[in-house]
């Protein structure tokens, strides 16, 4: 009942506030579904897409959280096996994180779970449709991007 008056209330929003409430809910459920630029699964994924082993600094570079952050995650991910670090070579500071290969059987699941939801995610839309809505999402993107070479705001930092 409450969810059914919350709909009738947000149609009767200015569209401006429906658009951007409803692409915060888009972001918000990709980021639950599809994972963040910086927890597990990503870390996994980023792995894999790099032969299974990366130095955590070019992990770093990549995603998009702290340093702290990152130890934190690839520590969670060592404790259950996934993933290992060891001091490389060439320079005794830096870690190397390789995937163990349980952490790989772990990465082509949450790989075959992230190709599945890309798949099902616009099913309620034909070709057509799909092409459309890129379109207008790929002219909102440059409009944001206009918009944010005009403001001061902090980019992501790590």
């Known amino acids: 009942m409450i969810e059914t008056q919350f709909q009738e209330a947000a ?4 569209p401006n506030r ?32 790099h032969g299974g082993e990366m130095s955590q600094r070019d992990l770093l570079e990549r995603a998009c959280i702290s340093s702290a952050s ?9 404790t259950e096996g996934l993933v290992t670090r060891t001091k490389t070579e060439e320079d005794r500071r830096l870690l190397a994180v390789a995937l163990t290969e349980a952490g790989r059987a772990k990465a082509d699941k949450v790989m ?6 890309e798949k ?5 839309f034909d070709e057509q449709e799909r092409a459309q809505l ?11 991007h206009a ?3 005009n403001e001061e705001v902090p980019a992501c930092r790590n």
Not at 11 to 14: A, I, Q, S
Not at 18 to 37: E, K, N, T
Not at 134 to 143: A, F, M, Q, S
Request: with cysteine; net charge negative; proline share 1%.
């Open 134 to 144: 890129l379109d207008y999402l790929d002219r909102l993107v440059k409009h944001w």
């Open 120 to 124: 099902e995610s616009f099913a309620c």
């Open 70 to 78: 990152l130890s934190e995650v690839l520590a969670k991910l060592e």
């Open 18 to 49: 429906r658009l951007l409430h409803d692409l915060g809910y888009f972001g918000h459920y990709l980021h639950l579904h599809a994972g963040g630029r910086g927890g597990k699964q990503y870390v996994l994924i980023t792995l894999v897409m």
């Open 147 to 149: 918009l944010e070479e």
């Open 112 to 117: 075959e779970d992230k190709n599945r939801f």
């Open 11 to 14: 149609l009767t929003e200015p």
